[in-house]
């Protein structure tokens, strides 16, 4: 049968993110913050805020040291948090996926999987 084939393609083409997808994923990170929650729980434990040129800080919630600062990268659905000290070091990479405004930072290597929503950044 010749339906194989075609059914890959259709699967194929529905996982892969294109370029307007990372885009418009991208603007929607770094305009706006991620309220995420510790690693397999419902318990809210950090704040994202990333800014368009790929910096940006993370803030654990009752973490007297304040916010850390990071590096991002967004390629597809791998997103990646690079630092060289605090918490956030051995974060690595995690494929990302927003629905609406639900975020899911599943690791990559790891069963952990974060949730989060996607808040207005204050001005």
């Known amino acids: 049968m010749r339906l194989y084939p075609l ?3 259709i699967i194929l083409a529905a ?3 294109g370029p307007g997808e990372t885009t418009q994923t991208r603007a929607t990170i770094s305009t706006r913050d991620l309220a995420m929650n ?3 729980t419902d318990t809210r434990e950090t704040l994202f805020r990333l800014l368009p040129d790929g910096t940006g800080q993370v803030e654990f919630i009752g973490n007297p040291n304040g ?3 990071v590096t991002w990268t967004l390629d597809g659905n791998r997103f990646c948090i690079l630092t060289d000290e605090g918490l956030m070091q ?4 995690a494929a ?3 629905s609406g405004d639900q975020v899911t ?8 999987v974060a949730t989060g929503v996607i808040v207005p950044r204050p001005h």
């Open 105 to 112: 930072l599943a690791h990559i290597g790891s069963q952990s």
């Open 7 to 9: 059914l890959s393609l």
């Open 38 to 40: 510790r690693p397999n």
């Open 96 to 98: 990302m996926r927003i």
């Open 67 to 69: 916010a850390q600062p």
């Open 90 to 93: 051995t974060f690595g990479c």
């Open 15 to 17: 996982c892969a993110s």
